[in-house]
């Protein structure tokens, strides 16, 4: 253990980097702090400039968003839900298996891999003409299915890379006792080294479901009002109602809200499992 | 090796197998392995073949014809004309231009930020690893009401941000045409760099202590340790952060549709908008579709050759 | 035997209802303030009365401002039946067209109780009616009262008003009451009323101008150049674009975006950001659409002008008052399969008691003079906007044809790019001539 001698530097210095860190903290939040605080100020509140710090907090907002009559926004709630998760799901459904098979078959490592790496790279925008007019003729424009494909699309690359970065750390010890056993490549993959990747799937389910909840251009343009998606119905508000910042704000917060949770117990996942995965990969 | 020995030896006497005959059956088991693996693959190939698949035929076919709103299913075969006047527009390849300034500013930015605080935040956050969930906040949020919010947040007459620099005597107008290009990236920046941070910092924290220990020995510790040893450890991460970041930053589409819908007039325009603007505000679908099947045509050029390099350096 | 019997009855009282099932019509009408509002009442009494005598029941759509229509064409041309009635605009009836159901048959007595001629017109395209007309638009001139009032009694101010005008204007100008203005006092004004260009003003800017590229921020603008005898063409069909009427009015808002009489973020402003500006007492007076009274006039959300502003007629060019208007409209989609019901629907939009339920609520319909007049008390607004639509009001040579909207969004994107400074006033005029060459040729 080093011993450093200057105790009274080494303070200065903790200090400040507590004080970086709350300047940092705080300036890429602002926003969010913002936001959340509008969304429960009085209109006369909001609408007076300089915007005022103290103030007495108000409800109506959210009830004004939430209650039905306006615009539907539980329902955008509800639609955000179910994309995410059946996108989430399927992503998972189909990388595992595809995961399993690069790693420790070598199958498709040299083709598959980098096309689907590919997709996260291409400006999306590119497949929302073609998407939008092949829904349009078999009639998944604006619903709950069409919308999970497509947040599955998006969220098979992550997945993957997840999958095959923590499947490359695996023993191979597990598939040979596996084999001993008698195990089929199903076996092995579903009895054995599923259970065990329990920690990756919850990574890659909060992470596929924050990137399809937080999906905007593909909700745009095939959505129009039943499968419309929380981050399309906020911007509703903002135009729809012009001038009211409070409704806004009060969308907006109900917005961010799932995927800032969840995110908080995501986060530990993502750092690791990508650096292993792009590295590896 | 030996696994294979208990198996074959398992519940009979056999006589042990020449090394040559243990490859073969090697290799034979393992073909075997391989063929039936290549059912797992199905499922992917299968869900990407047709939700990516048939739009990228579709995308050839649009391209070559005559489509307008009025008539979805073409109206004559019109060969390369929708790529001519696609790739003839000046606004193409300013949006073009545009999104590679963009992504090379915002990643530079990005991993700059992240890597000072890397180095100036790591020690904190050894001791207080909850804090860095604090920093993750942004990227948890959608790019597209993250834009909003900036909206309320730098609106000259409710916002906060140009309340309180008044007060401070500056004014200063986010989105006048001065300041809007400095806007559109500060936004991005101020949400991605966490992105960065997040990797960087793991890989900061996966050195082993040792190193620093050991650094410390020959007199390197604080920024020193950190430009000398720590640098460039971690500059694979560095590289693969920039590569993924710089990649989003290009399809930059959700925060700047929302707060400037790519004006004043094109200034903020991006390679994405361009699309959109291209599709959903003109008659022609043409030349949409064929500048989509360009970028789509490049973009795998650029990977293929991409790899072919990084492969090639492995190699080595 | 009674098992079965009862079954049998409950089964065919079923079937019966069944074939009586609601039928729901879906409206995609436009967003926004106090029209949206009352909309909502009128869909909800018509749930309650003429609906229920049929079985159907309505409910509304929105989508945002911003990409609207954009939306709207890429949905009516995929055949999308998630809306049966969609939004009908002067300027857009004709690119529609291909996508509605004309409602030929609604017009009847008792429509023409209710509409003037120039109503049904404002919803017709080549001999078809295809939307009940719901709101007009014009654009009024808001402006402080009380700043108002200063300036035309305080000596001081008025010194400094002719010395501001002389030094940015060329001429000392005296200041006159808004409705005398011509376009020349509203940029004097605008001066004054701008901090940093007269430390003594009270509030930050003498106005708030709407760039962001929008079409609906041209039309705005484009009373000016009306004003001053623009046109999109002459009466033989040339473009006529090219004008000094044109010139003049887009060099005036360069001018007061150059000077800073106008937010600097003005470049990004639209309807919303507008009317913040001003409700929240910084700005002394702009020019907004007409629908922006029944908000603005809200104490409780804008208390920063509550009772301290009026209304009144754009300011006169060289020929005169010129104001752009239209009239939106809601009419039914060709893909619909409800038209029936969408049809009983409009039918009751267009009655003499819906139309005064609209009005009451904050929608200004483009009614006949005698239902204006019954409703004056409560909106003096509707007199207003009334008479200005028919003494001032403009529609381009062209304006409603099947191309009116992509010219609009064309010159929109030249123009804001002119007064933002990425061209220079000739390109976008000659862009905008080329363009609308192009689409009139088709």
């Known amino acids: ?281 | 090796m030996s696994s294979q020995i208990k198996n074959c030896y398992r519940g009979r006497a056999v006589r042990p197998l020449k090394p040559q005959d243990w490859c073969d059956r090697l290799m034979n088991l393992r073909e075997q392995e391989r063929k039936s693996a290549r059912i797992f693959l199905v499922g992917m190939c299968a869900f990407l073949a047709l939700i990516l698949g048939f739009p990228t035929i579709a995308n050839i076919w649009f391209s070559f014809n005559d489509v307008t709103f009025h008539n979805l299913t073409g109206e004559g075969y019109s060969g390369l004309a929708n790529y001519r006047e696609a790739l003839s527009n000046p606004k193409l390849w300013e949006a073009l231009g545009y999104s590679l300034k963009f992504g090379v500013i915002c990643t530079v930015f990005e991993v700059g930020f992240a890597l000072l605080l890397v180095f100036i935040l790591h020690p904190l956050l050894l001791r207080r690893p909850w804090l860095t969930a604090i920093i993750m906040m942004p990227m948890m949020v959608s790019p597209a009401l993250m834009g909003v919010m900036y909206r309320l947040v730098l609106n000259e007459f409710v916002g906060i941000v140009p309340g309180y620099l008044d007060m401070i005597g500056v004014t200063m107008n986010f989105l006048s045409l001065k300041h809007i290009q400095f806007t559109v990236i500060a936004i991005e920046v101020l949400q991605w760099t966490p992105f960065a941070f997040l990797i960087l910092l793991t890989a900061r924290q996966s050195l082993p202590y040792d190193l620093e220990e050991a650094a410390a020995v020959d007199g390197a510790t604080g920024m020193r340790l950190n430009i000398m040893v720590v640098l460039p450890l971690i500059t694979p991460a560095i590289i693969i952060v920039s590569f993924i970041r710089f990649i989003d930053s290009f399809r930059v589409f959700d925060h700047i549709f929302v707060l400037t819908g790519g004006g004043p007039g094109n200034s903020t325009t991006s390679l994405s908008i361009y699309i959109y603007k291209l599709f959903f505000k003109q008659n022609d679908l043409g030349p949409a579709v064929a500048l989509s099947m360009t970028l789509l045509i490049a973009s795998l050029a650029l990977l293929y050759f991409g790899l072919k390099l990084a492969v090639r350096r492995n190699d080595r | 035997m009674k098992l079965i019997k009862s079954t049998a009855l409950m089964a065919s009282a079923i079937t019966i209802s069944a074939s009586m099932a609601f039928a729901e019509i879906t409206i995609l009408a436009w967003p926004g303030g106090e029209p949206e509002e009352s909309l909502r009442q009128i869909v909800k009494s018509y749930n309650e009365t003429a609906g229920a005598e049929i079985g159907s029941t309505a409910e509304l759509l929105y989508f945002s401002r911003d990409n609207f229509f954009d939306k709207m064409l890429a949905d009516s041309a995929a055949g999308s039946k998630e809306f049966d009635i969609m939004l009908t605009a002067t300027y857009n009836v004709g690119k529609y067209a291909p996508f509605m159901e004309p409602i030929n048959d609604l017009i009847d007595d008792d429509l023409m109780s209710v509409f003037p001629q120039s109503a049904i017109d404002s919803q017709s395209f080549e001999g078809n009616f295809y939307g009940i007309p719901t709101d007009l638009g014009v654009h009024f001139l808001y402006y402080r009262t009380d700043l108002m009032d200063e300036l035309m009694s305080n000596a001081d101010w008025q010194a400094k008003y002719a010395a501001i005008s002389m030094e940015y204007m060329g001429t000392a100008m005296q200041p006159k009451a808004p409705d005398d203005w011509t376009w020349d006092d509203y940029m004097a004004s605008a001066l004054f009323f701008t901090k940093s260009i007269n430390s003594d003003s009270p509030v930050r800017y003498g106005t708030v101008l709407q760039l962001k590229n929008l079409l609906f921020n041209v039309m705005i603008w484009q009373g000016i150049a009306a004003s001053y005898g623009g046109d999109w063409m002459d009466s033989d069909g040339n473009i006529t674009v090219d004008s000094a009427g044109y010139r003049r009015a887009l060099e005036l808002y360069k001018k007061l975006v150059e000077l800073e009489a106008t937010p600097a973020d003005s470049l990004s402003y639209e309807y919303a950001e507008a009317n913040g500006a001003f409700g929240t007492g910084r700005v002394a007076f702009y020019t907004q659409w007409s629908a922006a009274y029944a908000s603005l006039v809200n104490a409780d959300e804008f208390p920063a002008i509550a009772g301290k502003f009026d209304i009144t007629h754009q300011p006169a060019g060289s020929v005169g008052i010129k104001t752009h208007f239209h009239a939106l409209g809601l009419g039914i989609n060709a893909a619909s399969e409800n038209k029936d019901e969408a049809r009983a629907f409009l039918r009751y939009l267009g009655t003499e008691n819906a139309m005064k339920m609209y009005i009451k609520g904050g929608g200004q319909p483009p009614v006949v003079g005698r239902i204006v007049s019954e409703v004056a008390a409560d909106r003096p607004d509707m007199v207003m906007m009334s008479s200005h639509a028919g003494d001032y009001g403009k529609v381009m040579a062209g304006g409603t044809s099947s191309s009116a909207l992509d010219i609009y969004t064309n010159q929109a994107e030249n123009f804001t790019g002119y007064w933002g400074g990425q061209l220079d006033i000739d390109t976008a005029i000659a862009n905008v001539e080329e363009f609308m060459a192009n689409e009139f040729a088709n």
């Open chain 1, 1 to 281: 253990m080093i011993v450093t001698e200057r105790k009274p530097f080494d303070k200065i210095v903790s200090v400040s980097r507590w004080l970086i860190f709350g300047v940092v903290a705080l300036v890429i939040n602002l926003p969010i702090l913002s936001t959340v605080m509008t969304s429960f100020k009085k209109t006369g509140d909001i609408n007076t400039s300089p915007p005022v710090f103290l103030f007495e907090p108000t409800l109506k907002h959210y009830a004004e968003v939430l209650g039905s009559g306006r615009t539907d926004f539980p329902s955008y709630i509800l639609n955000s839900l179910v994309i995410g998760t059946g996108g989430s799901l399927i992503a998972i459904l189909v990388s595992f298996p595809a995961a399993y098979a690069i790693v420790r078959h070598g199958v498709g490592r040299s083709w598959l891999l980098p096309l689907v790496t590919n997709i996260r790279t291409l400006p999306l925008i590119i497949y929302a003409i073609p998407i939008y007019l092949m829904y349009q003729l078999v009639g998944l424009l604006d619903s709950w299915t069409g919308m999970i494909l497509i947040s599955a699309t998006i969220s098979i690359p992550v997945a993957l890379v997840f999958f095959v970065g923590f499947m490359q750390d695996l023993p191979l010890d597990l598939d040979e006792a596996g084999k001993l056993d008698g195990a089929s490549q199903s076996d092995i993959l579903w009895k054995i080294i599923f259970p065990l990747s329990r920690p990756i799937l919850v990574a890659v389910l909060f992470l596929s479901f924050i990137t399809s909840w937080n999906e905007f251009l593909f909700g745009l343009i095939l959505t129009t009002k039943v499968a419309v998606p929380v981050t399309v119905g906020a911007t509703f508000f903002v135009t729809s109602y012009g001038i009211k910042w409070g409704a806004t704000a009060a969308a907006m917060t109900l917005g961010i809200l799932p995927p800032l949770v969840l995110g908080m117990f995501a986060y530990p996942y993502i750092g690791k499992s990508m650096l292993s995965g792009a590295v590896k990969g």
